[in-house]
């Protein structure tokens, strides 16, 4: 893919499984069912075009405004997910990061996080992040509070980044978000200052290959200044 200007770090905004379940006539659990499968080919697709981090939004904080058994179901597949493919992605060299409050779900789900995190933390081939009961107000929130703790009176940006949640990964290039909707929905709010934002009206489960490569071409005709002029 050396036409590509690849980005380090891709950001996903997965969204669209419940319309597309009730548009295929089943429930909308079925939909996250479906999206899993997706988001399991978009981490093997990732690793293809050699993109470094992964960064996939699961589970925000706002997500526990939904009905408890839909809640209880992401959680069911998260788990399953890992049950089912932690030695083959292990093997793979993947290692895997949670950006988000993992102390406040559930001890099952909770356990499964910081097991996996541990297990794959010397891995180098690839970086997966799971921004799971996530919120980027909160992120930005909580930094302040560690910097407070310091006993600093007067932040700085470096006082910022270096309390973020994942401190050592560098800013998303690129953020997609399937399934119509253009916003960013409390979405790493601090990291994307600059980053490349990509909208489909694809719903995540309908998410493929082509969609992704148009997402990489695009992102490859951006020009990024960051504020200065063109050389
Ligand atoms: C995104 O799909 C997955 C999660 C938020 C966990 P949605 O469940 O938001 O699907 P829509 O937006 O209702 O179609
Ligand atoms: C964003 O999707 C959260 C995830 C994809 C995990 P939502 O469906 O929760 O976002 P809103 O409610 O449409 O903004
Ligand atoms: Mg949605």
Redesign the pocket.
């Given at each position: 893919m050396n036409f590509l200007k690849v980005p380090k770090h891709v950001g996903i905004?997965?969204?669209?499984n419940?319309r597309w379940a009730i548009k295929n006539n089943r429930e909308r659990n079925y939909g996250h069912k479906k999206g899993v499968e997706v988001a399991e080919n978009v981490i093997e697709w990732s690793k293809e075009f050699g993109v470094d981090y992964l960064t996939l939004?699961?589970?925000?904080q706002?997500?526990w405004k939904?009905p408890k058994e839909e809640i209880e179901f992401l959680f069911e597949l998260i788990i399953r997910y890992f049950e089912e493919n932690l030695n083959r992605i292990i093997e793979n060299g993947v290692k895997i990061s949670f950006l988000g409050k993992i102390d406040d779900l559930p001890k099952s789900l909770k356990d499964t996080c910081k097991e996996i995190q541990n297990i794959s933390k010397n891995n180098k081939e690839f970086n997966l992040i799971l921004?799971l009961n996530?919120g980027g107000k909160q992120e930005i929130v909580d930094a302040v509070n560690k910097i407070i703790k310091e006993g600093k009176e007067e932040i700085t940006i470096e006082d910022m980044e270096r309390n973020l949640y994942l401190p050592h990964v560098p800013n998303p290039d690129l953020i997609i978000?399937t399934?119509g909707?253009v916003?960013l929905?409390?979405?790493l709010l601090w990291e994307s200052a600059y980053s490349e934002l990509y909208f489909t009206k694809t719903l995540?489960p309908d998410f493929s290959y082509e969609e992704y490569l148009n997402a990489l071409k695009d992102y490859s005709k951006r020009e990024r200044r960051f504020g200065a002029i063109k050389q």
């Amino acid at each position: 893919m050396n036409f590509l200007k690849v980005p380090k770090h891709v950001g996903i905004i997965m969204d669209g499984n419940g319309r597309w379940a009730i548009k295929n006539n089943r429930e909308r659990n079925y939909g996250h069912k479906k999206g899993v499968e997706v988001a399991e080919n978009v981490i093997e697709w990732s690793k293809e075009f050699g993109v470094d981090y992964l960064t996939l939004y699961t589970f925000s904080q706002e997500n526990w405004k939904r009905p408890k058994e839909e809640i209880e179901f992401l959680f069911e597949l998260i788990i399953r997910y890992f049950e089912e493919n932690l030695n083959r992605i292990i093997e793979n060299g993947v290692k895997i990061s949670f950006l988000g409050k993992i102390d406040d779900l559930p001890k099952s789900l909770k356990d499964t996080c910081k097991e996996i995190q541990n297990i794959s933390k010397n891995n180098k081939e690839f970086n997966l992040i799971l921004a799971l009961n996530y919120g980027g107000k909160q992120e930005i929130v909580d930094a302040v509070n560690k910097i407070i703790k310091e006993g600093k009176e007067e932040i700085t940006i470096e006082d910022m980044e270096r309390n973020l949640y994942l401190p050592h990964v560098p800013n998303p290039d690129l953020i997609i978000r399937t399934g119509g909707e253009v916003r960013l929905s409390n979405f790493l709010l601090w990291e994307s200052a600059y980053s490349e934002l990509y909208f489909t009206k694809t719903l995540w489960p309908d998410f493929s290959y082509e969609e992704y490569l148009n997402a990489l071409k695009d992102y490859s005709k951006r020009e990024r200044r960051f504020g200065a002029i063109k050389q």
